[in-house]
């Protein structure tokens, strides 16, 4: 088994250097010799003793991941961004999904104590903690995409109000007068937020709002489907529908055409999410991202942060979106745009860890 020892004679440096290098210590070594050195612990595959490091600094570098339903269409992206910072500082992951089961989440933080994580990392989940209570030992923590409505300490959340504005203020800008709009569930606080933002935009453009041409889905194509088939009962259909997400948004255009109308010469469309749906619905679908995998970067820069000791952030992190273009809103600038371009070369297959995804359109 190869030593720190071997690889400091072998480098031709001393062991405390190698130790520095190798621990990605901010103890300052020469660019060349700390190449040197990853390059000769390379060569003779060496790998770090985490349970003498963890001796050593008193910490396990591990850190508690607990995702509410890991089946989540957004959690393993959170998940890939977190690791992505913190396999760079030397963390690994342990990830454990909350089962079904009366306080679940308490007996997962406790079961993970007994692994001696350095922190926690809550996922997509229902249920805040409780610092007073003791429950974490004291351990930091941090929310990434919280599904609880009470604004939390320590959590990272997509800027609701400004990403689903972006989409809105695309359609008014397209000349678009009347603008119907599909919300979630009313559990949801990110619904709340979307349809307050529907409702500001309109109001801000001078624009009416119409109750009777806002219908509540329920996150899925059914519920988006039945909805859009309320708007088209009504004896004035608004010209374009904003769908609070891109399941609901593709359930409308089913229901568009099969009421004989078409997307988007008849009625324009965009969703929310930029999820599988949008890029391989025909029309490919109007959205804006949700910025998982940068929000689960924050999420996990925010708590090496806290494990340093260094100044974080307390109150909630929002993170803002991108407007993606596509067929469903009749837009020039998104005609061009084909459901086959989806199926060329993943752009992100290839990206070097710390480095943010990008979108296929942003390749040429």
């Not at 957004?74 to 690994?92: C, E, K, N």
């Not at 569930?185 to 009777?212: C, K, Q, V």
């Not at 004896?235 to 769908?243: E, F």
Request: net charge negative; aromatic share 8%.
């Amino acid at each position: 088994m190869t030593t720190i020892r071997d690889v400091a004679e072998a480098a031709g440096v001393s062991i405390a250097t190698v130790s520095r290098v190798l621990s990605k210590s901010s103890y300052p070594v020469n660019i060349e010799t700390r190449e040197r050195i990853i390059s000769v612990a390379k060569t003779l595959g060496y790998s770090v003793n985490r349970a003498a490091r963890s001796l050593r600094t008193d910490r396990s570098f591990i850190i508690g991941v607990i995702v509410e339903n890991f089946s989540s269409y957004f959690a393993p992206t959170i998940i890939r961004g977190m690791q992505d910072v913190l396999h760079h500082s030397g963390y690994f992951c342990l990830v454990v999904n909350i089962p079904w089961e009366e306080n679940s989440q308490s007996k997962v933080v406790q079961d993970l104590l007994g692994h001696s994580v350095d922190g926690f990392i809550f996922v997509e989940t229902w249920n805040s903690v409780n610092e007073n209570d003791g429950m974490l030992n004291g351990k930091p923590y941090g929310f990434v995409h919280r599904l609880f409505h009470k604004p939390h300490p320590n959590s990272v959340i997509p800027d609701e109000l400004y990403n689903q504005t972006l989409v809105i203020n695309h359609l008014i800008n397209m000349g678009h007068k009347r603008i119907g709009y599909i919300s979630g569930p009313p559990n949801f606080f990110s619904s709340a937020d979307r349809l307050t933002a529907y409702h500001d935009a309109l109001t801000a453009a001078g624009l009416p709002i119409e109750d009777d041409i806002i219908r509540r889905g329920n996150w899925n194509v059914p519920g988006g489907y039945k909805a859009m088939q309320d708007i088209l009962a009504l004896p004035n259909i608004p010209p374009a529908v904003v769908a609070a997400n891109d399941q609901m948004a593709f359930g409308a255009i089913r229901a568009i055409q099969d009421h004989g109308l078409r997307v988007p010469e008849d009625i324009a469309i965009v969703g929310y999410d930029d999820d599988e749906f949008a890029k391989v619905s025909n029309p490919t679908i109007t959205t804006v991202n949700l910025p998982l995998f940068e929000m689960g970067q924050v999420a996990a820069t925010n708590l090496l942060k806290q494990l340093n000791g260094e100044p974080a952030p307390t109150a909630e992190v929002r993170i803002k979106s991108r407007l993606i273009v596509r067929q469903s809103c009749g837009s020039p600038e998104g005609r061009h745009v084909l459901a086959s371009d989806y199926m060329r070369h993943d752009p992100n297959a290839d990206r070097p860890a710390g480095k943010l995804p990008v979108d296929p359109h942003e390749v040429s």
